[in-house]
């Protein structure tokens, strides 16, 4: 007998019908009938009605009626065409085996009549992900991964890993998870920023990094993980606009992808994409201030913004918009002062609405002005010796960015909660699964 070749439920078209399938997946629901039976056999790529009349076969019909949701099947059978069936097919079983049954009852429910809270699904996210809807998420994830990765390789960007385990921290603060290691303190990485710039001193010129990056920030939002994705960019003789314009085409690369190859996945998830159209709007720092003001939000210049006043902000400033030319008080030592106005500096945040996607800058490539940034940050420059030596012996001029993928994602589908975004998400309370 030759093997037969396994099908995915949607391969499954007119030139199968009449023919004989092999299928693999996970018994959805079963409905019985007295003389026939369904089943609904759901793989990862859709779900097909498995049909058995008591006349076809009364073994395999009694296996379906005592088999339990969830469990893991395999099917043979013939194809026919059936209207009324999810797909417009269904298959009538010349064999049907149980490679695994499922325990009884499930901790959460995968046909979901009743949604569940996050926190639950979350707690049994292996059988949350079962859930077409939910696996269509990481479909997308995936394509938007690949976007950007293809994108930023296409346009000359060199891929690195750096070090996550490290001795300083990038930009001080309380955000850091100390750890042992060996005999010493280390930290985990907040951000790939310090070595990205140290690799254009090593003359990459152009380098990208899909990473974790983890953040000790104690506060539960819905846009916060403690650990998060970030896709960072670093390029040499250039500025801020410069690196800006990789960004927004990259952001419209990846909408653009997903809206070309996911439909299915986005129709599981229920959500309508638009490609944004580039280039995004710039507003400076001063001109969002305003904006703020003029609506009755108080805020003065200097403040960072807070979540109500990006809110406000975003109901006067449409999808994706660029704020610039921050104070330079409040945005890292690394960030390279305009010249001539040494209180503003080349900064940018990427915005979706009121969520902060990428934050970047153009980067502080002297020395002596780095050293005292460093310090004027509360800082010791001494700490940081592996970072600045690299600017010593021939730092280009250069620029950079970082984007937050599971906020991008979270944007992009319009998830409420960032957690949605990330398979096993880590938050302040999360440590599991
Ligand atoms: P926020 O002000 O929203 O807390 P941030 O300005 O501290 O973010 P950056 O240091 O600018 O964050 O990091 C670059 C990008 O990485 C952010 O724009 C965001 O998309 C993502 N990011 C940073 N911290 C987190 C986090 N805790 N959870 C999820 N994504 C994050
Ligand atoms: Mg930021």
Redesign the pocket.
Known sequence: MTEMIRKYTSEIGDDDDGKQVLLYGWIHEVRDLGGVAFALLRDREGIIQITCPKKRSPEIIKKLRKVRRESVVKVIGEVKKEPKAPGGFEVLPDEFEVLNEADAPLPLDVVEKVPAELDTRLDARFLDLRKPRVQAIFRVRHQMIQSARAFLSEEGFIEVQTPKIVSTAT?GGTELFPISYFEREAFLN??PQLYKQVLMGAGLEKVFEIGP?F?A?EHNTV????E?I?IDIEQSFTDHEGVMKVLERLVSRVYSDVVENCEKYLDWIEVELEVPEIPFQRITYDEAIEIIKRKGEEIVWGD?FSTPALKTLSEEVDGHYFIVDWPTEIKPFYAMPYENEPEISKTF??MAGSL????GAQRVHIYDLLVRKIGEKGLNPDSFEFYLSAFRYGMPPHAGW???A???LMSILKLKN?REAVIFPRDRNRLTP
């Open positions: 930009e907040q951000s990056i953040r920030e846009r916060h993980l403690n998060a970030s960072d945040d990427l902060e996607l990428a934050s970082g984007l937050g599971d906020r991008l960032i």
